[in-house]
Every structure is written in structure tokens, then in C-alpha cells.
């Protein structure tokens, strides 16, 4: 590679439903990432509908405080849109020449997805070439966002007087960042039941953010699936607000408080029994959804067994999560915070269990 030091600095925006994260990265050309500086605020309320930003003033403002409080001063930007209308589909074309597969995609999308091809921005990449009943074949992965939501995202980075480098979804996000080698700290190596088949070329990513709970799947380092499920970690505090009659504000401090930490035996108070048993029934909700995601992964989209899976997002720091995961799903869970990975360095001024946040922003930069 030539010149690896030099560097382009990047100012990297994601916003969630509930927080807006401000990262500024330094990367250079061997994809080197280096995190130099964070802020995290809370997203104001009813900015965003069905992925668009429809108060783009209210969320421009909140982010230049960010940005002016961090002390931030890089242009070039880059932005990650909600994972909220994204849509994606894996499916088998015929092999034909370069020139001729937009064409055949265009045709397989208008046939397999509900989509309104005007309206919607459209990406694809061939995954892999394969025979199918002795048929040369292409393995295609199709992305579709509407194009007033990307718009939105433009809009705000217009707003703040930044440069507007990129738009990204997040499920390339996060391929970006786990892109790479990725060690698992040697205290933390699972051997779950070795002999189960798992695949140690695929592993999944899942956010689990505060509106959605997003499930990636690569292989070979690869993105192969991605589907996002509109439930998300603020729907535990309304659950359990409503079980336990706290307010939303309770609830969530009641979630990080206790997790899905099993209540002592004999004498556990009445909160911490009603605060576990509505907890579990979500995560159990959840896992299941997630269960039949790496099912249709393997039997629909060609895949295989993940072999590992790695957790994200606010909602993946509630306590116990990865454990009991681990427990239903009999797949070795990690949590990224506990990852040494390969090429992404954070300043050492910055705290970095944050990093569960910043993984979409990050990876946007890459
Ligand atoms: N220690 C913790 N235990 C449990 N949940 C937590 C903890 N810390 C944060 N959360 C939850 O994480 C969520 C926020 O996470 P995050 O910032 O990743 O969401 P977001 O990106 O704004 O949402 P989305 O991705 O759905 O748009 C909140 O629901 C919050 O309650
Ligand atoms: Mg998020």
C-alpha cells in the first residue's frame, strides 16, 4: 500500500431514535481506523417517522451543539441513515455478462421485492457465483431505501454547513467495521458445544438499538443478511412500566438496574420478580425472532450455521443478555466492547465502553 499514514479525517453522524452519536475518526489507507473524539446526545423527541428525519432543524441543532461542545472542527462528513424502511432480499439470477445483470436484476427485483422502483434507491452486489441444477448462477444481495429518506439525511448534514461525503445503511456499517480480524480476548473464549456444526467463517452482528434490533449475518467477511425487526429496547421499558405501573422513566433505569438477572430464590422483592419476568418475556420474544432469522439464512439464502455472534447497540449492554443468549441459542455470544479488533484504535482520553454506541458511526468511515 502506498503512504498507509496518510490520513483523512471524517466526521461520522448517526441518528437513532433515542441517542445521536458524533464520532470523529481519523482513517487512513490500509483502513487503519482511529477514534479521536466522541459525543452522544439524546435524540429530541418525534424527529424521526418511518426512517425519515422530518424535523431535520431540531436534529441539526442538537448535533452542532455536539459538535461545538467536543470541540469537533473536520467537514468532510459522512452520516448513517435508521435502519427502520430499509429493505434487503438475497436471491439467485441467471449468470449472464456485465453489461446485461442490471437489467436481470432490475427484472428479479420487481418480481421478488414490493417495491416501488421510482422511488427507491437501489444497490446490489454479487455475492458469490454458484450452479444450480447445473445452471451457472449468481448470487445477488439487494439493498432498497426510498429516496426522501436519504434526502432527509443529506439535508441535515446541509444544514450544519459540513461536507456531505456519504450516505450509508447501516447493515454496511457494520460490515465495514467487522470487516476484519477481530480476537477475541483469550478470558472470554466460549466453547459451546464445538461439535454443533457452527460455521467459523460466518458470524452475526446484532444491534440491538432502542426502536429496532437489527440482525446482520457475513461470511467470509461478507454481508449476506440483513433484516431488521421493529422492536427495540425502549419496548422493554414500556412493558415494564406497565407491569410494574412505573413510569417510562423507572422502567428504564429498572431495566439497567436489575437486567435479566435471575430474582434470589427466596426472597426476591415483588419489583425485581415483576421487572425479570417481563424482561424475559421480551428477550425470549426477541431470540426467537433472531432464531428464525439464522434459520431462514440457512435454509432460504444459502448460508450455513453462524458460528458466533456478536452484540451491539444500547440495548446489548443489558446485563445477563449475552449469557442467556448464549444459553437459547447455543452459539458463543460477545459483546463488542470485550473485542480486541483488528485496526480500530480509541484515544485513551475516551471511555471506551462506549464503543457498544459508536459501532455504525464508526464503521461508516471505512
Ligand atoms: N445498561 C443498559 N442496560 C440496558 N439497556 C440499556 C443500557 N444502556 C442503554 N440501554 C438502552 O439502549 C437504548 C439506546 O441504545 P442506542 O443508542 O444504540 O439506540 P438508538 O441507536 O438510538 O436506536 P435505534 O438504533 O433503534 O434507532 C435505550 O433504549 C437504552 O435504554
Ligand atoms: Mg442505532
Redesign the pocket.
Known amino acids: 500500500m502506498l503512504f498507509p499514514f496518510i490520513k483523512n479525517n471524517y466526521l461520522s453522524i448517526?441518528?437513532?431514535?433515542?441517542?445521536?452519536?458524533v464520532v470523529e475518526v481519523a482513517v487512513n489507507r490500509s483502513n487503519e481506523v482511529y477514534i479521536k473524539n466522541f459525543g452522544?446526545a439524546s435524540?429530541p423527541l418525534n424527529c424521526?417517522k418511518n426512517g425519515v428525519i422530518k424535523n431535520v432543524d431540531a436534529v441539526s441543532s442538537e448535533i452542532s451543539r455536539i459538535i461545538r461542545e467536543n470541540n469537533m472542527k473536520v467537514k468532510k462528513s459522512k452520516i448513517v441513515m435508521?435502519?427502520?424502511s430499509i429493505i434487503s432480499r438475497v436471491f439467485l439470477v441467471d449468470k449472464v455478462s456485465d453489461q446485461d445483470l442490471d437489467a436481470v436484476v432490475n427484472s428479479a427485483i420487481g418480481k421478488n421485492m414490493p417495491i416501488n422502483l421510482e422511488e427507491h434507491k437501489i444497490d446490489y452486489k454479487v455475492l458469490q457465483e454458484l450452479k444450480e441444477n447445473g445452471q451457472d448462477k449468481l448470487k445477488i444481495f439487494v439493498t432498497a431505501v426510498r429516496k426522501n429518506i436519504i434526502n432527509s439525511y443529506i439535508d441535515v448534514l446541509f444544514e450544519l454547513g459540513l461536507k456531505p461525503i456519504s450516505v450509508d445503511i447501516?447493515a454496511n456499517s457494520t460490515a465495514k467495521f467487522f470487516n476484519r480480524d477481530i480476537k477475541v480476548n483469550i478470558d472470554n473464549v466460549k466453547f459451546v458445544n464445538p461439535n454443533k456444526g457452527l460455521n467459523k467463517d460466518a458470524f452475526a452482528v446484532i444491534?440491538?438499538?432502542?426502536?429496532?434490533?437489527?440482525i446482520n449475518i457475513l461470511r467470509n467477511r461478507i454481508l449476506e443478511f440483513n433484516k431488521v425487526i421493529l422492536t427495540?429496547?425502549?419496548n422493554?421499558?414500556e412493558a415494564i412500566s406497565t407491569a410494574a405501573k412505573k413510569s417510562i422513566m423507572d422502567a428504564?433505569r429498572l431495566?439497567?438496574m436489575y437486567?435479566i438477572s435471575m430474582p434470589p430464590a427466596f426472597d426476591g422483592s415483588e419489583e425485581h420478580i415483576k421487572v425479570y419476568k417481563t424482561l424475559k418475556d421480551m428477550v425470549d420474544k426477541l431470540i426467537n425472532q433472531i432464531y428464525m432469522c439464522l434459520t431462514f439464512y440457512e435454509a432460504r439464502c444459502y448460508g450455513v450455521k453462524v458460528g458466533k455472534i456478536f452484540i451491539?447497540?444500547?440495548?446489548?449492554?443489558?446485563?445477563g443478555?449475552s449469557d442467556y443468549m448464549e444459553q437459547a441459542l447455543q452459539i458463543p455470544v460477545y459483546p463488542v466492547g470485550l473485542l480486541d479488533i483488528d485496526g480500530i484504535d480509541i484515544n485513551r482520553n475516551l471511555n471506551s465502553e462506549k464503543l457498544?454506541?459508536l459501532v455504525?458511526a464508526v464503521g461508516i468511515t471505512l
Request: glycine share 18%; aromatic share 6%.
Open positions: 448517526d441518528v437513532g431514535f433515542r441517542n445521536i452519536k452522544i435524540t424521526i435508521s435502519g427502520t447501516p444491534d440491538f438499538g432502542s426502536e429496532t434490533t437489527i427495540g429496547s425502549s422493554m421499558d428504564e431495566k439497567k437486567g451491539i447497540g444500547g440495548g446489548s449492554l443489558l446485563k443478555l457498544n454506541f455504525n
